[in-house]
Protein backbone atom coordinates (compact mmCIF):
# COMPACT_ATOMS: atom_id res chain seq x y z
CA UNK A 1 0.00 0.00 0.00
CA UNK A 2 1.49 3.51 -1.05
CA UNK A 3 1.54 5.87 1.94
CA UNK A 4 -0.34 8.46 -0.15
CA UNK A 5 -3.12 7.70 -2.15
CA UNK A 6 -4.84 9.88 -4.76
CA UNK A 7 -7.18 9.60 -7.97
CA UNK A 8 -4.98 10.15 -10.82
CA UNK A 9 -8.15 11.63 -12.87
CA UNK A 10 -8.24 13.72 -14.93
CA UNK A 11 -10.67 15.56 -13.10
CA UNK A 12 -12.82 18.26 -15.31
CA UNK A 13 -15.06 20.97 -14.04
CA UNK A 14 -16.36 24.12 -15.52
CA UNK A 15 -14.88 27.65 -14.76
CA UNK A 16 -16.74 28.75 -11.98
CA UNK A 17 -17.23 25.89 -10.51
CA UNK A 18 -15.86 23.78 -6.90
CA UNK A 19 -13.21 21.38 -7.44
CA UNK A 20 -12.26 18.66 -4.64
CA UNK A 21 -9.36 16.82 -4.79
CA UNK A 22 -8.90 14.42 -2.23
CA UNK A 23 -6.13 11.33 -0.65
CA UNK A 24 -5.65 9.04 1.65
CA UNK A 25 -2.70 8.40 3.69
CA UNK A 26 -1.78 5.22 5.56
CA UNK A 27 0.71 6.61 8.33
CA UNK A 28 -1.10 6.99 11.13
CA UNK A 29 1.74 9.12 12.59
CA UNK A 30 1.72 11.70 9.70
CA UNK A 31 1.67 14.99 11.37
CA UNK A 32 1.26 17.54 8.82
CA UNK A 33 0.49 17.50 5.00
CA UNK A 34 0.94 20.10 1.76
CA UNK A 35 -0.77 20.04 -1.56
CA UNK A 36 1.60 20.93 -4.42
CA UNK A 37 0.97 22.33 -8.01
CA UNK A 38 2.50 21.23 -10.73
CA UNK A 39 1.65 23.07 -13.91
CA UNK A 40 2.96 20.65 -17.12
CA UNK A 41 6.74 21.08 -17.63
CA UNK A 42 7.36 23.05 -14.28
CA UNK A 43 8.42 22.06 -11.10
CA UNK A 44 5.78 21.23 -8.00
CA UNK A 45 5.08 24.92 -6.13
CA UNK A 46 3.75 24.89 -2.19
CA UNK A 47 0.09 26.24 -2.46
CA UNK A 48 -1.10 25.27 1.08
CA UNK A 49 -0.22 23.17 4.36
CA UNK A 50 -2.14 21.98 6.89
CA UNK A 51 -1.32 20.47 10.53
CA UNK A 52 -4.16 20.22 12.68
CA UNK A 53 -7.88 18.10 12.46
CA UNK A 54 -10.29 20.77 10.86
CA UNK A 55 -10.04 23.36 7.68
CA UNK A 56 -7.67 25.78 6.37
CA UNK A 57 -8.41 28.34 4.14
CA UNK A 58 -6.34 30.64 2.01
CA UNK A 59 -8.13 32.60 -0.63
CA UNK A 60 -10.19 30.60 -2.66
CA UNK A 61 -8.09 27.59 -1.48
CA UNK A 62 -9.58 25.55 1.56
CA UNK A 63 -7.30 22.35 2.86
CA UNK A 64 -9.28 19.75 4.85
CA UNK A 65 -7.69 17.82 7.37
CA UNK A 66 -9.29 14.62 8.72
CA UNK A 67 -6.80 12.89 10.94
CA UNK A 68 -9.41 9.96 12.42
CA UNK A 69 -9.80 8.74 8.65
CA UNK A 70 -6.79 9.64 7.71
CA UNK A 71 -7.94 11.49 4.22
CA UNK A 72 -6.71 15.28 3.21
CA UNK A 73 -8.61 17.19 0.65
CA UNK A 74 -8.70 20.38 -0.80
CA UNK A 75 -11.18 22.47 -2.82
CA UNK A 76 -10.23 25.07 -5.16
CA UNK A 77 -13.65 27.71 -5.36
CA UNK A 78 -14.69 29.47 -8.68
CA UNK A 79 -12.34 27.62 -9.91
CA UNK A 80 -10.13 29.32 -13.28
CA UNK A 81 -8.66 27.80 -16.40
CA UNK A 82 -4.98 28.83 -14.93
CA UNK A 83 -5.92 26.21 -12.24
CA UNK A 84 -5.23 23.24 -14.63
CA UNK A 85 -2.66 21.54 -13.79
CA UNK A 86 -1.42 18.49 -11.69
CA UNK A 87 -1.84 18.50 -8.22
CA UNK A 88 0.06 16.70 -5.03
CA UNK A 89 -0.70 15.79 -2.41
CA UNK A 90 2.52 15.21 0.45
CA UNK A 91 2.52 14.06 3.69
CA UNK A 92 5.43 13.45 6.69
CA UNK A 93 5.92 10.94 8.80
CA UNK A 94 8.99 8.98 9.24
CA UNK A 95 9.72 10.55 5.77
CA UNK A 96 8.16 12.87 3.41
CA UNK A 97 5.85 11.62 0.37
CA UNK A 98 4.39 12.08 -2.64
CA UNK A 99 0.78 11.24 -3.96
CA UNK A 100 1.12 10.66 -7.90
CA UNK A 101 -1.03 13.77 -8.24
CA UNK A 102 -4.48 14.36 -9.42
CA UNK A 103 -5.15 16.16 -12.88
CA UNK A 104 -7.10 18.89 -12.86
CA UNK A 105 -8.89 20.90 -16.08
CA UNK A 106 -11.18 23.60 -15.47
CA UNK A 107 -13.02 24.08 -19.02
CA UNK A 108 -13.97 27.73 -20.15
CA UNK B 1 20.55 32.42 -4.44
CA UNK B 2 17.16 32.69 -3.79
CA UNK B 3 15.76 29.26 -4.45
CA UNK B 4 17.53 25.44 -5.26
CA UNK B 5 19.29 25.90 -8.48
CA UNK B 6 19.91 23.08 -10.44
CA UNK B 7 21.91 22.37 -13.52
CA UNK B 8 22.43 21.17 -15.95
CA UNK B 9 18.87 22.24 -17.09
CA UNK B 10 19.07 20.03 -19.64
CA UNK B 11 21.63 17.14 -20.59
CA UNK B 12 21.51 14.38 -23.22
CA UNK B 13 23.84 11.42 -23.59
CA UNK B 14 24.41 8.53 -24.92
CA UNK B 15 23.70 5.26 -23.36
CA UNK B 16 26.70 3.71 -21.02
CA UNK B 17 28.11 7.35 -20.49
CA UNK B 18 28.07 8.65 -16.48
CA UNK B 19 26.08 12.02 -15.68
CA UNK B 20 26.42 14.38 -13.07
CA UNK B 21 23.79 16.33 -12.27
CA UNK B 22 23.84 19.39 -9.78
CA UNK B 23 21.87 20.84 -7.33
CA UNK B 24 22.81 24.09 -4.69
CA UNK B 25 19.67 24.35 -2.09
CA UNK B 26 18.62 27.25 -0.79
CA UNK B 27 21.26 28.75 1.83
CA UNK B 28 20.72 27.65 5.20
CA UNK B 29 18.47 24.31 4.54
CA UNK B 30 19.81 21.20 6.41
CA UNK B 31 17.09 18.93 4.43
CA UNK B 32 18.21 18.46 0.64
CA UNK B 33 15.65 15.42 -1.60
CA UNK B 34 16.34 14.03 -5.53
CA UNK B 35 13.03 12.92 -7.09
CA UNK B 36 12.73 11.19 -10.50
CA UNK B 37 9.43 12.17 -12.56
CA UNK B 38 9.11 10.53 -15.85
CA UNK B 39 6.25 12.06 -18.44
CA UNK B 40 3.04 12.11 -17.34
CA UNK B 41 4.12 10.09 -13.77
CA UNK B 42 4.12 11.03 -10.29
CA UNK B 43 6.83 12.19 -8.25
CA UNK B 44 9.28 9.05 -7.19
CA UNK B 45 11.84 9.66 -4.19
CA UNK B 46 15.34 8.94 -4.81
CA UNK B 47 17.33 9.98 -1.79
CA UNK B 48 17.13 12.87 1.32
CA UNK B 49 19.73 14.02 2.78
CA UNK B 50 19.52 15.78 6.73
CA UNK B 51 22.42 17.01 8.11
CA UNK B 52 24.97 15.25 8.97
CA UNK B 53 23.18 11.96 9.41
CA UNK B 54 23.38 8.64 6.92
CA UNK B 55 21.36 9.78 3.95
CA UNK B 56 18.06 7.59 2.99
CA UNK B 57 18.97 6.24 -0.20
CA UNK B 58 16.14 3.51 -0.17
CA UNK B 59 14.33 5.01 -2.67
CA UNK B 60 17.49 4.75 -5.53
CA UNK B 61 16.69 2.08 -7.97
CA UNK B 62 19.70 0.77 -8.65
CA UNK B 63 24.07 0.94 -7.79
CA UNK B 64 24.11 3.06 -10.82
CA UNK B 65 22.90 5.60 -9.15
CA UNK B 66 24.59 7.65 -6.01
CA UNK B 67 24.32 10.89 -4.41
CA UNK B 68 26.69 12.81 -2.05
CA UNK B 69 25.93 16.02 -0.37
CA UNK B 70 29.54 18.23 0.06
CA UNK B 71 29.50 20.83 3.36
CA UNK B 72 26.07 19.71 4.06
CA UNK B 73 25.29 22.12 1.06
CA UNK B 74 26.00 21.36 -2.79
CA UNK B 75 24.62 18.10 -3.77
CA UNK B 76 25.69 15.82 -6.85
CA UNK B 77 23.84 12.95 -8.46
CA UNK B 78 25.86 10.93 -10.33
CA UNK B 79 24.38 8.24 -12.69
CA UNK B 80 26.71 5.43 -13.83
CA UNK B 81 26.67 3.73 -17.42
CA UNK B 82 23.25 5.39 -18.02
CA UNK B 83 20.70 3.29 -19.61
CA UNK B 84 17.53 4.73 -21.73
CA UNK B 85 15.15 4.03 -19.08
CA UNK B 86 16.96 6.80 -16.94
CA UNK B 87 15.69 9.64 -19.15
CA UNK B 88 13.20 11.58 -16.79
CA UNK B 89 13.64 15.00 -15.17
CA UNK B 90 15.42 14.70 -11.97
CA UNK B 91 13.99 17.18 -9.17
CA UNK B 92 16.27 18.69 -6.06
CA UNK B 93 14.16 19.70 -3.28
CA UNK B 94 15.39 21.44 0.24
CA UNK B 95 13.67 22.49 3.11
CA UNK B 96 14.71 24.40 6.23
CA UNK B 97 14.93 21.19 8.94
CA UNK B 98 12.60 18.48 9.64
CA UNK B 99 11.32 17.51 12.53
CA UNK B 100 8.89 18.77 14.88
CA UNK B 101 8.90 22.23 13.85
CA UNK B 102 6.30 21.08 11.06
CA UNK B 103 6.45 24.30 8.77
CA UNK B 104 10.11 23.76 7.96
CA UNK B 105 9.21 20.77 6.26
CA UNK B 106 7.90 22.41 3.73
CA UNK B 107 9.95 21.44 0.42
CA UNK B 108 11.32 23.93 -2.02
CA UNK B 109 11.79 22.85 -5.60
CA UNK B 110 14.41 23.64 -7.98
CA UNK B 111 13.49 23.91 -11.95
CA UNK B 112 15.30 19.97 -12.23
CA UNK B 113 17.39 18.33 -14.98
CA UNK B 114 15.87 16.73 -17.83
CA UNK B 115 17.77 14.16 -19.24
CA UNK B 116 18.00 12.14 -22.38
CA UNK B 117 19.38 8.76 -23.11
CA UNK B 118 20.07 7.86 -26.19
Known amino acids: QKEVEQNSGPLSVPEGAIASLNCTYS??????FFWYRQYSGKSPELIMS????GDQEDGRFTAQLNKASQYVSLLIRDSQPSDSATYLC????????FGTGTSLTVIP | GAGVSQSPSNKVTEKGKDVELRCDPI?????LYWYRQSLGQGLEFLIY????????KSGLPSDRFSAERTGGSVSTLTIQRTQQEDSAVYLC????????????????FGAGTRLSVL
Open chain 2, 93 to 108: ASSPSVGRILAKNIQY
Open chain 1, 27 to 32: DRGSQS
Open chain 1, 50 to 53: IYSN
Open chain 1, 90 to 97: AGTGNQFY
Open chain 2, 27 to 31: SGHTA
Open chain 2, 49 to 56: FQGNSAPD
